[in-house]
Each structure stands twice: as C-alpha cells, then as structure tokens.
C-alpha cells in the first residue's frame, strides 16, 4: 500500500511544483537526511502517478534551488548543508574561522616551497617578478569532505622559517603571529563564479564543470606593506559567503544630516584565507 502524499490532479497547480511541495515536506519531515539519497525518477513516477517529464522538471529545480545534489550515475542526493564565511571587518582565516563556528578543520598540505613570483603574484604583492615567494597550497577538509583549495603566497624574505613551517593542522595566521610576531591589518577580496578544471574537480571531489567560488585576497601590514596573496576555490555545491551591510549617514546640504541612498558592503576589508 502507497502511504507517500498524492498530487491532486484535480488542482489548478502544475503537478511539477506539487511534487517539488511533496518531496521538501517530506525533507523537512526527515524522511532523508543530508547526503542521503532519494528514490530514482522511475520510482518518483510510480509513487506519484506522473510521467518522466513532471518528475525531471521538479528534480530541476529542487536543484536549481540547492535542495538536491544530482551525480551523474549515482543519483539524486539531498544537499548538505552550506558552510558560511563571513565577509565582514574582521581578518581571521579559514582554520580559526571554522573552529568558531563549531566545525573541525582539517588540512592537508599539498606542497610548500619556495619559488620565484612570476607576473601575477608580484603584482598582488608589489615585488618585483622572479623574487622568491613561500608557495603553499593546501586542500582544507571539513568532516572528511573536501571544501577549499587554496593557494598561499608570502615573500620569502620577510619570515624564511614559513618555507619550512608545519600548517598540517595549524592556523597559518597563528603561526605568523606567534613565531613571527607578524600582524596582518587588513584585506582586499576579489570574488567571482568560476568552473572546476579536471585537477581541481578531482581534489574537491566534484564533477569537471563544477561551480566554484573563486577567491583573490590581498593581506596586508599595520605598514600597509602587501604581505600575503592567496587565491582559493571553494566549492559551490557546499559554500556560501554572508556580507554584513550598513547604510551610511551623510551630510545633507539641506538640513545637516540624511540617509544615503545606497548600501555599502565591507567586502573590501575582510577576512583571507
């Protein structure tokens, strides 16, 4: 006997969002947890008594709208839940900022070198190309999944000892500050969509083609010296990134003091890597 909720057929709505309705209650409900997989299109059809069509356009935008993962020869998954980033005034890196919001970050270093910069990382830094850099990149892992990439450049001659430092699992802003006495200010962050090549899918444990939040970050001195660049991939499917907003007061010409029209985000002094 079939106990699953029925789509009224006598209903002026469209039977795709009637299933979408069907399948998120049942989410809210538990009936699957994150990560876990949900019956395949054939077995939706048969459940609910509508064609391929109606159950493909509601698995569509269930995933347009983040609610299910859909892996190609695996099936439909319910999504996890988004890690959140703050991008407010406030510069503390990706280990500290996961171990506050109660998470256990993991990192694995890929490599730790020291190399000469070439065009781009010396312009992030204001060095010339060809001076040695510290190159990290490291993979960071939150419950054993695979979450950023992130690539680590700091002029070699400002703290040598990080060339050889282990970051396994330690805060690389920890170790700059406590070994080298070196504080960070502020930071620039430059964000954009991008697509994940074949190595970069492979490490993230995502499909080629997968949407990733591309990060470029600039951090820099109480000396307003630039001393770090890094540039990070995180994935898409599991990050998301929250802008504190504020409206600013201005001087008005006509009475001494207004609102502002616009709002002004604090993404240009945040927190990298």
């Given at each position: 006997m079939n106990n699953s909720p029925a789509i009224n057929f006598e209903s002026h709505i469209?039977?795709?969002?009637?299933?979408?309705?069907?399948?998120?209650?049942q989410i809210v409900q538990k009936k699957w947890g994150p990560g876990e997989q949900i019956p395949g299109e054939q077995d939706l059809c048969e459940?609910?008594?509508?064609?391929?069509?109606?159950?493909?356009?509601?698995?569509r935008e269930l995933e347009l709208e983040g609610t299910i993962t859909?892996?190609?020869?695996?099936?439909?998954?319910?999504?996890?839940?988004?890690?959140?980033?703050?991008?407010?005034?406030k510069l503390t890196g990706f280990y500290q900022d996961m171990i506050e919001r109660g998470l256990k970050p993991v990192t694995r270093v890929l490599h730790q070198q020291v190399v000469p910069a070439d065009e781009t990382v010396a312009k992030f830094l204001n060095i010339l190309p060809g001076t040695q850099v510290v190159d990290i990149q490291r993979l960071r892992f939150i419950n054993d999944e695979p979450i950023q990439l992130v690539t680590t450049y700091i002029p070699?001659?400002?703290?040598?000892?990080?060339?050889?430092a282990d970051l396994t699992n330690r805060s690389l802003y920890e170790f700059l500050e406590t070994e080298g006495g070196i504080i960070l200010s502020r930071?620039?962050?430059?964000?954009?969509?991008?697509?994940?090549?074949?190595?970069?899918?492979?490490?993230?444990d995502i499909?080629?083609?997968?949407?990733?939040?591309?990060l470029d970050s600039i951090s820099y001195?109480?000396?307003?010296?630039?001393?770090e660049y890094y540039h990070a991939l995180h994935r898409g499917d599991r990050s998301r990134f929250e802008v504190d907003l504020i409206r600013s007061r201005e001087s008005s010409p006509l009475n001494g003091?207004?609102?502002?029209?616009?709002?002004?985000?604090n993404s240009s002094t945040t927190k990298p890597q």
């Open positions: 469209p039977y795709y969002i009637q299933l979408m309705d069907l399948l998120k209650t459940t609910y008594g509508v064609s391929r069509t109606v159950v493909r356009q509601a698995l859909r892996r190609k020869g695996k099936g439909t998954f319910i999504s996890e839940p988004k890690i959140s980033e703050g991008l407010i005034q070699y001659a400002i703290f040598p000892p990080l060339a050889s930071g620039r962050r430059y964000i954009e969509a991008v697509l994940a090549n074949e190595t970069e899918a492979m490490l993230l499909e080629r083609g997968a949407p990733l939040l591309m001195t109480e000396n307003e010296i630039p001393f003091s207004s609102f502002s029209s616009g709002l002004q985000d």
